[in-house]
Structures are given as structure tokens and as C-alpha cells.
């Protein structure tokens, strides 16, 4: 069974300093990767996803992440934080299974800016 | 609708009480997910319909847990004799089919269980 596996519970930044955060999976193939965002009292958001081909993919709010099949990681990257990104950040994984697909998310890291 | 809608964003009940909650995916989205969110977890998988039918409830706690989706759109999640231990954040989230590209949340239902 597939699983994610996000190592660090909070990660803190100071305003305008690089991000990085991790995201290791388990599974058999190449899945389906994806980076979600929660404000508090919002839905999750769709940041980007890797479905195949270049494995260093855009996403919105000038965030990135790589597929390292070689690590089972996708960690996510972003150069220069800013105030707004204080959120929760989720990392999915979906496995085709009898035709479907169903992600399975990590437990999320909980990003804190500093001014 | 332009997303996905859930109602009610917040619903209190007493501890016993069955509870239905309810989700309006994406117009012409055929494929519809319910997921429960704990207080500092992550989404886990409930169920996941395919037009009117769960392709897959693997993710029901028990027996209490039933969803249905009787025209292949709004779907109800439905809780009987609730314990406190229910009370979660409840996602719904739908996609097209005609190839997975991703799943579109909506806002959820807080559910507390008193």
C-alpha cells in the first residue's frame, strides 16, 4: 500500500530565506505526486503535481518540487518566503488501483514565517 | 458550481445523533471523494464513488459510516449513533475522469461531537 511520509512536523523561516520541504513516499511505480496548501479555515489547494516527464516541475506561488525516483522524494522548494505562505502543506501520493486513482496524503508540515 | 461545495461548514451535535453531510462536487465530475481530517493530521481516505456507485470504502472507520451518491453527482455522507471521537474536519473533494489530473477540494464540514 502506498504511503507519504512528511518528516517534519514545523519548519520555520524567516521572511525572503529559501524553503524546503520533504516529502519521501513508498510505492511500487511511479506514482501520481502532488503538493497541496491549507490557510487555516480554507480548503487544501493544488500547489503542482507530477504525473511524468521533466522531474522538476512549477507550481503556483512560485513553488517547485523534484521527483527523485532514486530517494522516493518530492520535496518541495521555493526561493524566497514570503509572510503569505504561513500555512499547512500537504504531500499526496495516488496509486492507480481497479481504475482509480485515491490519494493518500502525509500528516503536513506546518510552515511559520518571521518577519 | 464553480467548486466544491459542502454543507454545512460547521455542525455541533450531541453524542448519539445521527448527522448527514453533504457534498455538491464540480459540475460534470463523475468521480467524488470523502476524507476526514484529525486535528493536526493529514486527510485520510474515506470513500470514493465513480458515478453513482463507491468503487471503494476501504477508509469507513465502521459501520456507523455511510455515503451515498444516488443521481452521480451530490453525494451525503451519513454518521449514525455519533461518538466523540467522530468529531474531524469532513473533505469532499471530486475530479474528472477521462484521466486522473487531480482532485479539487472543498472547504469542509467541522463536525463536533459534544
Known amino acids: 500500500a502506498q504511503s507519504v511520509t512528511q518528516p517534519d512536523i514545523h519548519i520555520t523561516v524567516s521572511e525572503g530565506a529559501s524553503l524546503e520541504l520533504r516529502c519521501n513516499y513508498s510505492y511500487g511505480a511511479t506514482p501520481y505526486l502532488f503538493w497541496y496548501v491549507q490557510s487555516p479555515g480554507q480548503g487544501l489547494q493544488l500547489l503542482l503535481k507530477y504525473f511524468s516527464g521533466d522531474t522538476l516541475v512549477q507550481g503556483i506561488k512560485g513553488f517547485e518540487a523534484e521527483f527523485k525516483r532514486s530517494q522516493s522524494s518530492f520535496n518541495l522548494r521555493k526561493p524566497s518566503v514570503h509572510w503569505s505562505d504561513a500555512a499547512e502543506y500537504f504531500c499526496?501520493?495516488?496509486?492507480?488501483?481497479?481504475?482509480?486513482?485515491?490519494?493518500?496524503f502525509g500528516r503536513g508540515t506546518s510552515l511559520i514565517v518571521h518577519p | 458550481g464553480a467548486g466544491v461545495s459542502q454543507t454545512p461548514s460547521n455542525k455541533v451535535t450531541e453524542k448519539g445523533k445521527y448527522v448527514e453531510l453533504r457534498c455538491d462536487p464540480i459540475?460534470?465530475?463523475?468521480?467524488l471523494y470523502w476524507y476526514r481530517q484529525s486535528l493536526g493530521q493529514g486527510p485520510e481516505f474515506l470513500i470514493y464513488?465513480?458515478?453513482?456507485?463507491?468503487?471503494?470504502d476501504s477508509g469507513l472507520p465502521n459501520d456507523r459510516f455511510f455515503a451515498v451518491r444516488p443521481e452521480g453527482s451530490v453525494s451525503t455522507l451519513k454518521i449514525q449513533r455519533t461518538e466523540r471521537g467522530d468529531s474531524a474536519v469532513y473533505l469532499c473533494?471530486?475530479?474528472?475522469?477521462?484521466?486522473?489530473?487531480?482532485?479539487?477540494f472543498g472547504q469542509g464540514t467541522r463536525l463536533t461531537v459534544v
Open positions: 473533494a471530486s475530479s474528472s475522469t477521462g484521466g486522473f489530473t487531480e482532485a479539487f
Open positions: 459540475s460534470g465530475h463523475t468521480a
Open positions: 464513488f465513480q458515478g453513482t456507485g463507491a468503487a471503494d
Open positions: 499526496a501520493v495516488a496509486e492507480r488501483s481497479g481504475g482509480s486513482y485515491i490519494p493518500t
